[in-house]
């Protein structure tokens, strides 16, 4: 009999009840008890409902406070020193401490226990906590989290398949701190540390532990490879039953390590790498069983039932009962549950399938297995009813979008002059100093702001009373910026609550849900838009924003728009054409969006496109495709205008070595870059390539209330002027400045205008 198993499950809960009562701790408005209490209740109520959907084996240690790479880290031992010396296990203090810099009661802003640094797990938008390593790095076991929780499982009567990130992972996922030395050299003292605790497990009478390595989805150097070997066959010797984890790709040339492993079962995504099922099952010993991820843990889409039981009988045919049955990966990506979902229809539901549905898929398609299609045939019948709703709905398919990405020339994505001759244009129509300043577009989103939309959204307001309300706000911005002497103005951003779910709600073929937060980190959810349909724009969707900006100011408004890679990037996106395909679509979208802009008399147009760089494929073989769609995609929406209006792009983050040739070809006139906190170091990508356009390297870090002084400011643009001539530099601030409070701002923009003002005339002269 083939067994249904799951990787993991959201902890945030189906009404963040995990947010809201690690806020409350955090605030000191809940003890510890009270937290715990609520930690214990979701995992309760978490495992109940994965036990009643009928999961054979069920995931325990899932659940985590923050992050599960930072429990790995209190697990093993691995606290950096500047948080004191711990001696029995970390307390809960330290572990918010590692996590956020400050636990309930320390005093405020306490410079040496900065927090850990944090990053994105895989290809996801979920961050973990990084591992510190140093080279006298010792391991122990520092934590009863695991064990006590699988206690609690067990005495719920639960059959709990505790999980672990591997060894391998772990160390990967951590950097190394003081003198440079390899992580890797840490796996002999990191090995009996897990042993310990398998053996513990084993002596709990656990049967399976689930380690996680989805490092095997990525380019791993030889000498990792070879650590896969050297970990497993050492910690084989618990006796426990591995279930060896992998996913977010394919396995490739990892494959025959993956399936030789002394472990008993290998887990593979067979929903980001169908075609590896092949590969696998040629190389997989006749002792091992094969868990097969059909269902998609990373989007919200219901699963085509017929087809993964298609692929999971044929795999039958090879394995036997050797076949187990689960979610691609972690449920953590998903929602908790669509039946909260009160304001998306029937039809429209039908399609989707959230973390708790996705747990019946699995259940599903592992009793269609054991027992036949006759015994599923209501639930198959429902999956291929949604498939072919999918296939036809009027709602998802517009012939006359397809139409237009069809007809798009190949020339539709270049400017019509190269850029040498734009600049000269631009110049002569802009008449901007040397060393322009100019911000990112966000201006600070204030309670006043904030209220107005909630008021709005509630109703309580006016839609002409709301506009109103939002283009006081532009004023203000306006007014500001003109006393603070900027020279390319922005209007604010204030009607956004977020860059992507403003356009979303402005786009057909976009569907916002009521309580599709999925973890972002810690505490913090995000909402990803759904777009589910071919995508269009009815009507513009920030000119009279942008045109109202721009009658208030003789200096050039700037018009602001989210690239297409971004819009893709921050949603769920439909599974039923390729990215590429849905970027097109809003890539045109914004196009017309550009040319209204244009029309209507706005001569400079950013689009942001910070989400490209995390976009990047796993694999490195996988890059150059994307970035090529990527790029084109964004030429697209910039492409059509005349070569007088100037067009900016602006990412918020400082690593283009890599990229910087797709950067260049992007062919904006203007990218504006984050460097503050980098002290102006990553301008050598630009430098090395000789990037042909103009650049604002950010010298203002606006994730910190720090406000730069003008000197400073100065001294990071003499720099920036030594390698990019300065009639090819801009000043601008890192990103947008939305979380900032005004005055904070206008002192920093202050200093900022007064440092182009110092330059100009030290570079003049
Ligand atoms: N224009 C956006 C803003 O200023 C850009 C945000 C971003 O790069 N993430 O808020
Ligand atoms: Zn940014």
Same mark, same amino acid.
């Given at each position: ?27 000191? /408005? ?24 009928? +999961? ?30 711990? #001696? ?91 003198? &440079? ?25 656990? @049967?399976?532990?689930? !380690?996680? @390595? ?22 084989? &010797? ?69 087809? &993964? ?5 044929? &795999? ?17 990506? $998903? ?11 029937? /039809? ?53 979008? *397809? ?10 994505? *270049? ?23 100019? $911000? ?27 506009? @109103?309300? !939002? ?21 604010? @951003?204030?009607?956004?609550?977020? #860059? ?66 971004? #819009? ?24 017309? /969006? ?14 942001? /496109? ?5 976009? +990047? ?33 602006? #990412? ?29 170091? +990553? ?83």
């Amino acid at each position: 009999m083939s067994i249904a198993h799951n990787l993991g499950f959201p902890r945030i809960g189906v009404k963040r009840e995990l947010k809201r009562a690690l806020e409350a701790y955090w605030k000191g /408005e809940q003890d510890q008890a009270a937290l715990e209490a609520v930690g214990r209740e979701l995992r309760a109520r978490h495992w109940k409902l994965q036990q009643e959907a009928g +999961l054979d084996l069920i995931p325990v240690g899932d659940f985590t406070w923050y992050d599960h790479v930072l429990d790995t880290s209190v697990l093993l031992g691995v606290v950096p020193k500047r948080f004191g010396d711990v #001696m029995g296990n970390v307390d809960f203090k330290t572990y918010f401490r590692m996590a956020r810099g400050r636990a309930p009661g320390d005093k405020a802003g306490s410079a040496d226990t900065y927090a850990c640094e944090m990053t994105k797990w895989f290809d996801t938008n979920y961050h973990y906590i990084v591992p510190e390593f140093e080279a006298q790095q010792t391991f122990r076991v520092a934590s009863d989290k695991l064990f006590s929780e699988l206690a609690e499982a067990r005495a719920l009567g639960l059959r709990a398949k505790p999980v672990l990130v591997g060894p391998l992972t772990y160390l990967w996922l951590g950097k190394t701190k003081g003198a &440079a030395f390899d992580r890797l050299t840490l796996l002999d003292r990191l090995l009996p540390v897990y042993a310990e605790i398998l053996v513990r497990l084993k002596a709990e009478g656990v @049967e399976w532990v689930q !380690m996680d @390595e989805p490092i095997l989805a990525l380019d791993l150097p030889q000498t990792w490879k070879n650590a896969f070997e050297t970990a497993y066959n050492r910690l084989q &010797a618990s006796g426990l039953k591995l279930m060896l984890a992998t996913y977010f790709g394919a396995l490739g040339d990892n494959t025959g390590i993956a399936c030789r492993l002394p472990v008993e079962g290998l887990h593979i995504d067979l929903v980001r790498a169908p075609d590896q099922l092949t590969a696998v099952l040629d190389q997989l010993p006749a002792y091992k069983i094969l868990s097969l991820g059909v269902v998609d843990g990373r989007n919200i889409w219901r699963a085509d039932l017929e087809r &993964a039981l298609d692929t999971l009988e044929s &795999a039958k045919a090879r394995l036997g009962a050797r076949l187990w049955v689960a979610p691609s990966c972690s449920l953590l990506h $998903t929602p908790v549950d669509l039946a909260h979902e009160t304001k998306l229809d029937d /039809e429209f539901k039908s399609w989707l399938a959230f973390a708790t549905q996705k747990l019946d898929e699995v259940v599903v398609l592992t009793r269609g297995l054991n027992q036949g299609r006759a015994a599923v045939s209501k639930e198959l019948a429902a999956s291929r009813a949604a498939a072919e709703s999918r296939k036809t709905s009027r709602r998802i398919h517009r012939p006359e979008v *397809k139409q237009r990405v069809k007809a798009l020339a190949a020339n539709e994505d *270049k400017r019509h002059a190269p850029y040498a001759q734009r600049r000269e244009l631009q110049h002569k129509l802009l008449q901007l100093p040397l060393l322009p300043t100019t $911000t990112i577009g966000s201006f600070p989103q204030t309670q006043a702001i904030r209220n107005a939309r909630r008021d709005f959204k509630a109703g309580r307001i006016s839609e002409a009373e709301y506009k @109103e309300r !939002m283009k006081q706000e532009i004023a203000l911005a306006v007014k500001k910026q003109e006393e603070i002497g900027l020279d390319v103005l922005v209007h604010g @951003e204030a009607e956004r609550n977020d #860059m992507v779910e403003y356009f979303g709600e402005l786009m057909q073929g976009y569907a916002f849900s009521e309580n599709g937060w999925v973890q972002s980190y810690g505490s913090r959810c995000v909402k990803p838009p759904i777009i589910f349909g071919d995508v269009a724009r009815p009507r513009p969707m920030t000119v009279e924003w942008s045109v109202y900006a721009q009658s208030l100011t003789r200096k050039p408004m700037k018009g602001m728009l989210s690239g297409p890679i971004t #819009m893709l990037q921050w949603s769920f996106v439909r599974d039923d054409q390729p990215r590429s395909q849905t970027a097109l679509q809003i890539a045109l979208a914004l196009r017309d /969006e550009v040319l209204d802009l244009e029309k209507a008399g706005i001569k400079v147009v950013q689009i942001d /496109e910070p989400a490209l760089r995390e976009g +990047l494929p796993l694999r490195k073989a996988d890059w150059a495709d994307y970035l090529r769609w990527a790029a084109h995609a964004f030429r697209v929406t910039a492409g059509a205008v005349r070569d007088d209006t100037q067009i900016h792009t602006h #990412m918020c983050y400082a690593e283009f070595n890599d990229i910087i040739d797709s950067i260049a070809s992007l062919d904006a006139d203007v990218i504006t870059i984050e460097t503050s906190r980098s002290d102006m170091e +990553l301008l050598d990508a630009f430098v090395n390539f000789s990037y042909p356009n103009e650049i604002g390297p950010g010298v203002y870090d606006i994730h910190s209330p720090r406000v730069p002084a003008r000197d400073e400011i100065v001294r990071l643009m003499e720099k920036a002027a030594k390698v990019v001539p300065a009639e090819r530099l801009w000043i601008n601030p890192d990103c947008g400045l939305k979380t900032r409070d005004w005055p904070e701002v206008e002192t920093a923009l202050g200093n900022m205008v007064s440092a182009a003002r110092t330059l100009r005339e030290r570079l003049q002269h």
